[in-house]
């Protein structure tokens, strides 16, 4: 299995830090586990404690405490939108929400900011089969880029005001897309985005798992994104 990598950096401007200085901190895990995205099989929804969890106060503070300042916090499509185009969880046993929003605060408490990264790889399960997004499933296409964009329409409309937060991350490396077109659907979700928040900065990934070697064979050598706030940044990674 194709695994993020464990430290992150980025060079991002927010409210308290110089421009241009280069952020330290880590993915967070834990919210996404449990599930499988890619390949199907795992518990989705699941329990709350059990399948899946997001960190408490002490991690978060552990963190501050060594001057790790951006937070990567990885979250599962499914959980916080159990159906396409549907309303976002909230006031339930699993209130994926509300934990979100937790871990925010207690992130801000410790001195970070967060990265909200949608751990899906291009993909959604329904009925228990990953469904690429803008693909055939089971005889129909039944996630699109519509229903991704119109996801982050919803969250952005929940954290546009929330300092705690500084990017949206639309989606953590997509890959074996298929028929879809992964530049139309990042743009398509930049645009449903800047309908509800105006200013946060968007982190957009490149297809094939957004290999920074292949970059421009994989997603062409030219941007692709029309960000009318531009504050958007490719993201690539390597290992």
Not at 72 to 100: H, I, K, M, S, Y
Request: negative net charge.
């Amino acid at each position: 299995m194709h695994k993020s990598y464990l430290l992150a950096t980025a060079l991002i401007a927010f409210s308290g830090v110089a421009p241009a200085q280069y952020l330290r901190g880590v993915n967070i895990s834990g919210a996404e586990f449990g599930s499988n995205s890619e390949n199907g099989g795992g518990v989705i929804p699941g329990t709350y404690g059990s399948t899946y969890w997001y960190q408490s106060q002490p991690t978060f503070n552990y963190f501050g405490a060594r001057g790790l300042n951006l937070i990567r916090l990885e979250v599962l499509w499914e959980r916080l939108q159990p159906t396409p185009g549907g309303p976002l969880a909230a006031g339930n046993p699993n209130d994926n929400l509300g934990f979100l929003k937790n871990d925010i605060a207690w992130a801000k408490a410790s001195g970070a900011r967060v990265s909200i990264v949608l751990q899906n790889y291009g993909r959604y399960t329904v009925g228990g089969t990953p469904c690429i997004i803008d693909n055939p499933c089971n005889g129909s296409i039944k996630v699109t880029g519509a229903h991704l964009a119109d996801f982050w329409a919803k969250m952005a409309d929940v954290f546009k005001d929330e300092p705690g937060v500084i990017a949206y991350d639309i989606m953590n490396e997509p890959h074996d897309m298929g028929v879809a077109n992964w530049n139309q659907i990042s743009q398509q979700v930049v645009s449903a985005i800047r309908t509800k928040d105006s200013a946060k900065l968007i982190m957009v990934p490149g297809n094939s798992w957004s290999n920074a070697t292949s970059w421009a064979s994989i997603n062409g050598a030219t941007s692709w994104i029309n960000d009318p706030a531009g504050n958007f940044w490719y993201e690539g990674h390597e290992y």
